[in-house]
């Protein structure tokens, strides 16, 4: 992931992603921070889908300029 990559995912989930080198760890990642956001209020059903949203960007932008996330 570039620095950018990671300093938006940090900005939006409070949580630094660290560890990220393949598509399934991004994934991973989403649902923990998900998971600590978890309920049904309208502001956790938001920010689950604008961390999902984030994340299909970051791949979309990132297909074809690098195969992993290291």
């Known amino acids: 992931m570039t620095p950018q990559e990671v300093e ?3 900005n939006l989930t409070g ?5 990220i080198e393949q598509i399934d760890d991004l ?3 989403a649902e ?3 998971r ?8 956790a059903v938001r920010l689950h889908g604008l961390i ?7 791949l979309t932008q990132s297909s074809g300029h690098h ?4």
Request: hydrophobic share 40%.
């Open 67 to 70: 195969a992993d996330f290291a």
């Open 32 to 34: 923990r921070c998900k």
């Open 8 to 10: 938006l995912l940090a």
């Open 36 to 43: 600590y956001y978890w309920g049904d209020s309208k502001d």
């Open 27 to 29: 994934w991973e990642f």
């Open 52 to 58: 999902d949203d984030q994340i299909e960007e970051l």
């Open 15 to 19: 949580f630094e992603p660290v560890g």
